[in-house]
């Protein structure tokens, strides 16, 4: 494996206020009747939009919903896509792959992965593994063989409602078995009509960005500067060298700041850590990494439970104060 990787993924928490960036909430991931969802495309919008979310993308199975079929509110970005189903050659179910900033319907059904991920790269839009831990996704047989996705679906509402939301082992495993770091998404997948509860509003993407628009919002998320949450805010984390000349292997301190957490969890690229304060809640954590991590990402539980996913980042190019 290379060792000297260069860090791919921006930091979103060294993106400053004062350079004028600011946090958006998004979902990317949500049905319509032009699918199997239950809502029409105006009122999964206005759903969205009434929630207080700053960007959505109708992204419904096989088929581009226009975004020019709805009406958003001025500061609202719409970014337009698709959840796309190529046959999986490779033995495992169906590919769900959610791509974003598209223009052009493509026949995914019969295409192979891979020409669905070119095609959505040529368009300029991005490509992202749905749900795996839904769609029994097997890394080493089924994306393994295929290039050009942009990053994974962490967590996904609807999925959780079937015991399968959570797809972080998955994400884990993709990037050690290619030794690169890749971007994650939070997203509700809703199909339902919000009056039930079932999968609305509860996962969603923080971007960090400096204009409201599709085009920032996508290259954001592409690039890591996001969070993937179901309830608790990630505010900050600063990563530091603390390791002594003669030290054996570089040591890493990590202060995460949040909003009420009970529990971070430190996931490297083997074994972890955790931090916790037996019973009560904090607002921010500072810990050290395994010792000789190569990569670290973090999960904060919030007092509820619920969770909030932090990008990879890169420890190997970490320098000492
Ligand atoms: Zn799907
Ligand atoms: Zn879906």
């Known amino acids: 494996m290379p060792q000297d990787a260069t860090p791919n993924l921006v930091d979103p928490f060294t993106l400053k206020d004062e350079d004028g960036y600011f946090w958006v909430k998004g979902n ?34 096989y088929t581009i919903t226009r975004i020019d079929t709805v009406t958003a509110p001025e500061d609202f970005v719409l970014i ?20 974003l900033n598209i223009h052009e319907d493509m026949d995914s059904a019969k295409m192979p992965p891979q020409h669905v991920i070119d095609e959505v ?34 967590f996904n509402t609807t999925c959780r409602c079937m015991g399968r939301g959570e797809s972080g082992v998955h994400w884990d495993d993709w990037m050690s078995l290619e030794d690169r770091l890749y971007p ?19 996962g969603w993407t923080m971007a960090r960005v400096k204009e409201r628009s599709a085009q920032a919002i996508v290259q954001a998320l592409a690039s890591g500067a996001s969070y993937g949450s179901s309830g608790p805010q990630i505010r900050d ?5 603390i390791d002594q000349d003669g030290d054996k292997q570089p ?5 995460v700041g949040s909003s009420q957490a009970q529990r971070i969890a430190a996931i490297c690229d083997s074994y972890g850590g955790e931090y916790h304060e037996h019973g009560k809640t904090f607002e921010q954590a500072t810990f050290t990494l395994r ?23 890169d420890l190997r190019h970490l320098k000492r104060d």
Request: proline share 5%.
């Open 251 to 255: 040591m890493v301190e990590a202060t």
């Open 28 to 61: 990317l991931h949500s049905h319509t009747t032009n699918s199997d969802g239950k809502p029409s495309p105006q009122e999964r919008l206005d759903g969205y939009v009434n929630q207080g979310y700053d960007f959505l993308c109708l992204s419904d199975h």
């Open 121 to 154: 790269n040529r368009q300029g839009g991005c490509i992202w593994l749905a749900h795996p831990h839904w769609s029994s996704v097997n890394i080493l047989r089924d994306t393994l063989p295929l290039h050009g996705l942009a990053g994974i679906e962490v």
């Open 237 to 241: 984390i600063q990563l530091r060298r």
């Open 80 to 99: 337009q896509g698709a959840e796309l189903h190529p046959h999986n050659p490779f033995g495992g179910q169906v590919h769900h792959f959610v791509a």
């Open 291 to 313: 010792a000789g991590a190569r990569w670290v990402r973090f999960e904060v539980v919030g007092a509820d439970g619920a969770k909030a996913w932090s990008n990879p980042y």
């Open 184 to 202: 994650a998404l939070a997203h509700d997948d809703s199909h339902a009509l919000e009056a039930t509860r079932r999968d609305t509003y509860q």
